[in-house]
């Protein structure tokens, strides 16, 4: 008597992550990374792209967004600004490179130096001068080793720079060149202060 063949069990096929997926830690939007807006404001873009959603930010004007997020969220005016651009890019109502103000490059660059030597290295002019030469730079507020703001004479444009500590002996720049008139400019200055974060590099490890 022939023996009853079991039916063959089929394991499900695990199906492949999308192509392109991002984990919320790492976004980076507005030039600006999941972890810094976190520290700031107290939640990363994933959790503020939920929250804006919620609220109906996708229909809303830039300013309304602003509003939303500075005063029933608490979120620090600057910050506020910050977080709606990058609500915007995410969402598709901006361009990656649009900010409120006009277009910004960011350029980020990580030193084997403390960052005390790396906010001396952009802060003192004879400092700066050997490795940012001739750049047409005025500094307008200083905070001890956290950031710089200055103008970029040519043009009226803004420079934000902030410095962050990442450990014994290392440290981060985060370079934000702000109130650009298009994406052309924005290409041109990326490129810009790719190769003068180059040249810093090379200054640092000559000390």
């Not at 063959?8 to 392109?20: D, E, I, S």
């Not at 660059?109 to 400092?127: G, H, I, M, Q």
Request: hydrophobic residues 40%; aromatic residues 8%; charged residues 25%.
């Amino acid at each position: 008597m022939a023996t009853a063949r079991k039916p063959a069990l089929h394991k499900p096929v695990a199906r492949p992550k999308a192509r392109g997926a991002v984990p919320g830690r790492n976004l980076r939007l507005a030039g600006v990374g999941s972890e810094a807006v976190e520290r700031a404001t107290g939640k990363g873009w994933d959790e503020w792209l939920k929250v804006l959603d919620r609220a109906g930010a996708k229909s809303m004007p830039h300013k309304e967004i602003a509003l939303l997020l500075s005063r029933k969220c608490g979120v620090p005016d600057w910050w506020s600004q910050m977080v709606t651009v990058g609500y915007e890019q995410a969402r598709g109502l901006r361009d990656v490179y649009q900010h409120a103000d006009g277009f910004a490059a960011n350029a980020t660059r990580t030193y084997e130096v403390s960052v005390d030597n790396l906010f001396v290295a952009w802060n003192d002019p004879k400092a700066r001068a050997r490795w940012l030469p001739r750049a047409p730079l005025e500094l307008r507020r200083a905070v001890s080793g956290k950031s710089l703001r200055m103008t970029w004479k040519t043009g009226d444009s803004r420079v934000l720079v902030n410095f962050l500590a990442k450990g014994s002996g290392r440290s981060q720049v985060q370079v934000e060149h702000g109130k650009l008139p298009s994406a052309a400019a924005v290409t041109r200055q990326k490129a810009f202060w790719s190769e003068a974060l180059g040249r810093l590099k090379a200054v640092l490890e000559e000390e």
